[in-house]
């Protein structure tokens, strides 16, 4: 009987130490997958959405400049907004295609209000609208396009948020260069909240991820189990089991 027993044993503890070494040479995803960020986030799309409703209602703006604009600056101005934003919507499209982005098709309604603002305006005032309105736009879009520049994880966007910052504050300096920007009138100023970097935070950023466990400890773990293994035997062999 002791015979049958200490020949069971050993098998036992061999199959235990196969399972472990097998469990070690298992990918550490297995335990735990790594967290894959999202490509798009709420603030790709805005960026998107942004630059986009931007080229819809800005390039007519800036033809309607080039047609009723009272003063030759605000004409030549006109004109070149309309046709850098030309070029900054078909970035935005081709960039939305690379990623199967839906983009809006119509300005919002404020822009549309804005449009038929300029319309009805004529002379000095129609020059002043022009000015106060774009400039306000592209105020408001401004900081976004930082902020997504500095957080984005998808490289399409951060092209695309390069390209905008450009054009935008190219476009601020050119209104700016008609002497009509009333600063004291303009909004305050949309300064995106500070990330929080706090744990919580990163964790409540991961909700429904596991986060991904160390090797270190997964063989620290395996090497105790080895240990408390290879005690016992020595322990049954001793008794003699």
Do not use: C
């Not at 959405?49 to 931007?54: D, P």
């Not at 002043?128 to 984005?152: C, D, M, N, W, Y």
């Amino acid at each position: 009987m002791k015979e049958i027993r200490a020949s069971v044993v050993p098998r036992t503890a061999v199959l235990l130490a196969a399972a472990l070494v097998g469990l070690a040479g298992a990918p550490t995803g297995a335990l735990a997958a790594p967290v894959t960020p999202t490509q798009l986030n709420a603030a790709d799309m805005t960026l998107f959405n942004g630059v986009r409703l931007a080229g819809l209602w800005e390039i007519p703006a800036g033809q309607m400049a080039v047609e009723k604009g009272n003063s030759a600056k605000v004409r030549q101005v006109g004109a070149m907004i309309a046709e850098e934003h030309v070029e900054l919507d078909q970035l935005a499209v081709d960039a939305a295609n690379k990623l199967g982005v839906a983009l809006p098709s119509t300005p919002s309604a404020d822009q549309q209000g804005w449009l038929k603002e300029m319309e009805e305006a004529e002379g000095d005032r129609f020059d002043q609208t022009f000015v106060t309105r774009l400039r306000e736009a592209h105020g408001k879009i401004f900081p976004v396009i930082g902020a997504v520049r500095a957080s984005t994880r998808n490289p399409v966007v951060r092209q695309l948020a390069d390209d905008a910052s450009e054009f935008v504050m190219h476009h601020m300096q050119m209104l700016e260069s008609t002497g009509l920007v009333r600063y004291q009138d303009l909004p305050p100023a949309a300064i995106p909240a500070a990330q929080d970097t706090s744990r919580l935070a990163l964790a409540e950023a991961n909700v429904g991820s596991s986060a991904p466990v160390n090797p270190v400890i997964i063989w620290a773990v395996l090497l105790a189990a080895l240990g408390v293994t290879a005690a016992v035997l020595i322990r049954l062999r001793r008794t003699g089991v």
